[in-house]
């Protein structure tokens, strides 16, 4: 990899990039929490809907990330099914995804970002933390030791006051 410029853009969530990044994923995930299914009650189908998308993010390239952004209701959307490759962490390339979903998700005229993470992905929490997102309740499923989070957006042409 010569420049280590991280792109994050949308993308066919069911080319064959996309489908690789969610397969290692949802098999990271699996191992992590202990069950045979890491996928997170996602579908591709839920990208393929208005005011939603799948993100990837490459380095000259090279897919090396993923993300994407499911509709939950007129205002809020959620992040889902957020990955970096283990040789890419810590290279910026989860903070690509979010600017790039923060970006679209103003632009679709959502007023906020919504996700959850798990207990065991502290270096998660801890990302969305610092890119401005903060605790809520949980919004989703039933599992008690989900870490629920949630950032406000600018709507798209207003300036921060």
């Known amino acids: 990899m010569s420049n ?3 792109i994050a853009a949308a993308e066919d969530v069911r080319s064959a990039d996309a489908e ?3 397969r290692e994923l949802s098999e990271e995930l699996a ?3 202990e069950t045979t ?3 997170a009650g996602f579908q591709p189908s839920d990208v393929e809907v208005p005011r939603s998308a799948f993100i990837i993010a490459r380095i000259d390239g090279y897919p090396v990330g993923c993300g994407a952004l499911r509709p939950l209701d007129e205002q809020s959307v ?3 099914r957020m990955y970096t490759r283990k040789e890419f962490r810590r290279k910026g390339v989860a903070q690509a995804i979010l600017a790039e979903a923060d970006r679209l998700a103003a632009s679709f ?3 906020n970002i919504k996700l959850q993470t798990g207990p065991r992905q502290p270096e998660a929490a801890a ?3 610092r890119v401005g997102y903060y605790r809520i309740p949980r919004f989703s499923g039933d599992w008690d030791l ?3 989070y949630q950032k406000d957006l600018v709507p798209a042409g207003e300036e921060v006051r």
């Open 37 to 39: 299914d890491g996928g």
């Open 20 to 22: 690789e990044l969610i």
């Open 78 to 80: 959620e992040v889902k």
């Open 31 to 33: 191992i992590l929490y």
């Open 146 to 148: 989900v870490l629920a």
């Open 109 to 111: 005229g959502y007023t």
């Open 127 to 129: 990302l969305y933390e």
């Open 4 to 6: 280590n410029i991280v």
